[in-house]
């Protein structure tokens, strides 16, 4: 409850009376005593303010706030997933507890928040989520697009021709709370008030305000209460009509004991702000943040694919949720520091997302970051942001129609400053400039037309592209044409090992095909990959046969590996049949470099059609060719017979040669013979053959339906689950999941005999269950 106080702060200080240290006189350390989340460093940067502590004290007690302060990733996550012991009960709870005059005026208007999903324990807290969750899924979203671009149209429009701009005041505080009170269902007349009062109810909650401002904050707040009030009466008279709070009016007649009635006026004030303000602090920060890598901003300008994992590595390095709270439950360690029940958490999510141990060179902005959606800026678990996804459609739309209107945006000199509170953060103004004689449509209003899908969920691999020229062709046989492909910017590219791929977009024809890294990994400056011309395919490798010529700009993504190489194996043994020689001749030039004692088998229909065989040359008598239109065959059998724990195996080729292989390997150790597949040997999901189950998903508990026409893939991002995925068709890795029960009915090919056996991961794209019900580590 917002209105319980806190107790003075130094009076909970978990040392007091504790032996202290002789040195100082108190086992608080100096950097922690000073610790102060409502300086202004703190506010400029949390991330950079608290990381003495991620490097030496990632847990401590902060005197001045009375609470502990978490700073490391996993310490984080690890709080977030025990909604137990770590109860969310003060996430709302006023840091600084206000005097008798405020609480007076408080009560004045009947002030009676109470608990809403963010700050509800169990086991109150989930069947209401589940009840109230169904507007959030990415189904549900999707009609809200429209309404999304149509007001950031607007709003653009408005200071278009200006030449400068504050972005927070004329864009970015007011469309999210426009979206906010549509999705909620709220009348649009209201709005203005709405927005004065929600900036009083984050300095309310989250900020030290004085005491002359409390007063003017608690009559703000209270007119927020009554105006909410009011409209919810509004809304009860017409619960049919589309929002939110309609959605949870029904659900309270249905489930009044779920959804208690006086639960709708706290959940309408809470969603408002929740809604409006996160989302707009989070664009400003991202702009900001784009803008002052004026780089990054000109590549997604020119690749607009890249926006999706352009805002989850901007909430990621920069998100509008600093910090949140949680309260101990029971004694309990963290990070190896001992925390009495009932101490207060502050867990510095920011601080988390800039940590190296989960995060490679985290300080730096990476768009292309694979695990950005790791980010912790909307919590994680069973009390996970409900709206992060509203928040990544605006997010994108916002950037997608500032970079196709105002690419040369650019960031205005200006000092930016911050409502002091721990956990909100934005900057109040951001200015930005532009010549608007050069504003694109002047030249060209048709792209005004053009317009990029969104990315509803979270962002996929499958976004991240980069563009590539083609430096040169080489037909090596009559159906292979090797492409020797260049950064466009005429920069490197990014390094690879042995054994990865990369994905080429295939024009527009909008399919996208793998293709294994066959050059030298040591060459940053070119990618090379042989393409083999499959007349009967599905239209890829035609497309490239056709289109691709040296100087022809293409769009790539990854690379990726699935296929690693042990650089540190004493012995490798190389199998390739055809074209699986790609993925087979760059490990073999590693492990030819490192000294490791290898064998390639190389096997095709003759000479003439197998590629690289001049290349491959280097290998002298440790490369065995086998042409079948010379009689020569592998006697992979005998070459296999005796199982050697020392020697790897690594192959690529059809499968009927990875199949025999797979056999003869069943008397090695596990997991010795590798396999890299080039096409997936899954069949179209046949709803006639396969059987619903459930999914139960232990961090965030939830327990979803898997129909038989369905994925678990598309069953648990429907139900508003992040998963990355690449292929979808078992074949890459991405889509991995811990299972904690249950058994795995295994459809991928990429786990190897083991990992299937142990079952405790699955492939969500294409694996199933067994039975009727598995528990994922979700
Ligand atoms: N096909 C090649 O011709 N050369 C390769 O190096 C190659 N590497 C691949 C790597 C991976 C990881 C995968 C999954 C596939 C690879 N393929 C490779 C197969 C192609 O992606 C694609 O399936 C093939 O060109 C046929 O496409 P199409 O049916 O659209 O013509």
Redo the contacts with the bound molecule.
């Keep these: 409850n917002t209105q319980s106080t806190s107790q003075p702060t130094q009076a909970q200080c978990p040392y007091s009376g504790a032996h202290t240290n002789a040195g100082t006189g108190c086992p608080v350390s100096a950097r922690a005593a000073q610790f102060d989340p409502f300086e202004d460093a703190y506010q400029q940067d949390p991330p950079e303010y608290v990381k003495w502590s991620r490097e030496q004290e990632p847990v401590f007690y902060s005197p001045k706030l009375g609470y502990w302060v978490v700073t490391r990733y996993e310490d984080i996550k690890q709080i977030f997933r025990d909604n137990i012991t770590f109860s969310p009960s003060i996430a709302l709870e006023k840091i600084t507890p206000t005097g008798p005059e405020a609480n007076a005026v408080l009560e004045s208007y009947n002030y009676g928040m109470s608990r809403t999903l963010v700050n509800e324990d169990e086991p109150a807290h989930m069947p209401r989520r589940r009840l109230l969750m169904e507007p959030f899924t990415v189904d549900a979203l999707k009609h809200h697009e429209p309404m999304v671009r149509a007001l950031t149209r607007q709003y653009v429009d408005r200071f278009i021709n200006d030449g400068k701009a504050d972005l927070v005041e004329q864009m970015l505080w007011e469309v999210p709370l426009t979206v906010a009170l549509h999705f909620l269902g709220v009348p649009e007349e209201d709005m203005d008030t709405l927005r004065k009062y929600s900036i009083a109810h984050t300095v309310n909650t989250w900020g030290r305000p004085k005491a002359e401002e409390q007063v003017a904050v608690a009559h703000a707040v209270g007119n927020f209460w009554q105006l909410a009030g009011k409209i919810l009466e509004k809304m009860r008279k017409n619960p049919e009509q589309p929002g939110w709070m309609q959605y949870g009016i029904r659900m309270q007649q249905l489930h009044p004991d779920v959804v208690p009635d006086s639960y709708l006026h706290s959940m309408m004030m809470a969603g408002i702000v929740a809604a409006h303000e996160t989302t707009a602090n989070a664009s400003a920060n991202a702009i900001k943040l784009l803008l002052s890598h004026p780089h990054v901003w000109q590549e997604i300008c020119e690749d607009p694919n890249l926006i999706p994992n352009a805002v989850e590595e901007c909430l990621r390095h920069n998100g509008s949720v600093a910090a949140w709270r949680r309260l101990a439950t029971r004694d309990v360690q963290i990070g190896g520091v001992s925390i009495a029940a009932g101490s207060k958490l502050l867990i510095v999510s920011s601080s988390a997302n800039h940590d190296e141990r989960h995060f490679a060179d985290a300080d730096l902005l990476d768009i292309r970051r694979e695990n950005a959606s790791d980010q912790l800026t909307f919590g994680y678990g069973s009390h996970q942001c409900m709206g992060k996804n509203l928040a990544r459609m605006e997010m994108q739309i916002f950037l997608e129609e500032l970079t196709l209107r105002l690419p040369h945006l650019i960031l205005s000199e200006q000092t930016f400053t911050y409502v002091s509170n721990t956990s909100f953060r934005g900057p109040e103004h951001l200015w930005v400039h532009w010549d608007p004689s050069a504003n694109p449509e002047r030249q060209d209003p048709s792209i005004l037309n053009r317009q990029h899908p969104i990315r509803l969920g979270e962002p996929s691999t499958h976004s991240l592209s980069r563009q590539v020229v083609v430096q040169e062709t080489e037909m090596l046989t009559d159906d292979?044409m090797r492409i020797r492909l260049a950064a466009a910017d005429g920069q490197t590219l990014p390094r690879w090992a042995p054994g990865s791929?990369i994905d080429?977009v295939?024009g527009d024809l909008g399919?996208s095909?793998?293709?294994?890294?066959?050059g030298d990994p040591a060459n940053p400056q070119v990618m090379d990959?042989?393409?083999?011309?499959?007349d009967?395919?599905?239209?890829?490798?035609?497309?490239?046969h056709q289109h691709v010529r040296s100087g022809l700009p293409l769009h790539i993504r990854g690379p990726?590996n699935?296929?690693h190489f042990d650089e540190q194996a004493s012995k490798a043994i190389f199998i390739a049949g055809g074209?699986?020689i790609?993925?087979i001749i760059a490990m073999a030039r590693v492990a030819k470099n490192r000294g490791i004692d290898y064998q390639i088998h190389y096997c095709g229909r003759s000479r003439k059609s197998m590629a690289l065989l001049a290349s491959l040359q280097e290998h002298g008598e440790r490369l065995h060719v086998y042409a079948a239109d010379e009689g020569l065959r592998a006697d992979f059998a005998s070459l296999l017979a005796t199982p050697d724990a020392e020697t790897q195996i690594y192959a690529?080729g059809p499968q009927r040669l990875t199949d025999c292989l797979q056999e003869l390997c069943e008397c090695w150790p596990d997991d010795a013979l590798h396999i890299?597949?080039?096409?997936?040997t899954l069949s179209k999901l046949d709803p006639s053959r396969e059987h619903a189950f459930e999914a139960e998903l232990k961090q965030s508990g939830i327990t979803v339906t898997v129909a038989a026409n369905q994925t678990l893939l598309e069953a648990l991002r429907a139900a508003n689950i992040d998963i990355q995925s690449d292929?979808e068709?078992g074949?890459?890795g991405s889509c991995e999941v811990s299972v904690l029960g249950g058994q795995p009915d295994h459809r991928d090919v990429v786990l190897t005999r083991s990992e299937r056996a142990a079952g405790n991961k699955m492939m969500s794209c294409c694996s199933r269950a067994k039975d009727k019900h598995i528990i994922l580590d979700l």
Excluded at 513 to 518: D, G, I, N, P
Excluded at 529 to 534: P, S
Excluded at 536 to 544: I, L, M, T
């Design positions: 292979i791929h080429l295939c399919i095909r793998q293709y294994s890294l066959c990959i042989a393409v083999l011309r499959e009967a395919g599905r239209g890829g490798s035609a497309w490239v990726r699935h296929f074209i699986g790609t993925p690529c890299e597949h080039f096409h997936s292929c068709e074949l890459c």
